[in-house]
């Protein structure tokens, strides 16, 4: 499959129909240095229909990211699959609603990798945790069992360097 750049020339497009594929990698990933998202493989199937006023993307997102578990910090992979539907809109509103997408008049061309990237982020459930089925193993027990020996010995530290516990149980 040939994939298209994320730079899209919509100022020059004329009034139509446009179809995209997108190819969102580890490399896209790489680039972000805010992305959460370790990695990946998510296939954008993108329709663009350029009009008068209104123009409006439909877009098919397909594929896997890895993100950072929540209880082992090991990479866990999430599937990624959805729809979703974009207003393209030119003007000079301040407008930062979802599924809205405003252009300057004076952009004669937009990125795209932003909202894909924050359209895949928000697609990922809250909580990421290994789970057990299917081709998962489960959490890194290795690294469980060191985060538990760090929370133990975090609070036996506590035990011994706070006075004032030492001096409330002496109370008694
Ligand atoms: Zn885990």
Request: glycine share 0%; charged share 35%; no cysteine.
């Given at each position: 499959m040939e994939f298209d750049k994320f730079v899209i020339g919509f100022e020059a497009l004329e009034l139509g129909e446009y179809n995209y594929n997108f190819l969102v990698d580890d490399a896209f990933f790489n680039d972000l240095?805010?992305?959460?998202?370790?990695g990946g493989e998510v296939i954008v199937g993108a329709v663009l229909r350029k009009s008068e006023r209104l123009s409006q993307m439909e877009l098919n997102f397909e594929g896997k990211v890895a993100v950072p578990c929540d209880r082992c910090s090991e990479d866990v992979t999430l599937p990624v699959s959805f729809t979703e539907s974009l207003i393209v809109k030119v003007g000079t509103e301040d407008n930062e609603d979802e599924g809205l997408l405003i252009l300057d008049e004076n952009d004669i061309e937009f990125d795209i990798r932003h909202y894909l990237y924050e359209s895949i982020s928000l697609s990922l459930p809250t909580r990421r945790i290994h789970s057990e089925d299917g081709d998962d193993k489960g959490c890194d027990e290795a690294i469980l069992s060191m985060l538990n020996q760090d929370y133990e010995k975090e609070n036996n530290d506590e035990d011994n360097i706070d006075p004032r516990w030492s001096a409330l149980k002496n109370l008694k």
């Open positions: 240095e805010y992305a959460e998202i370790q």
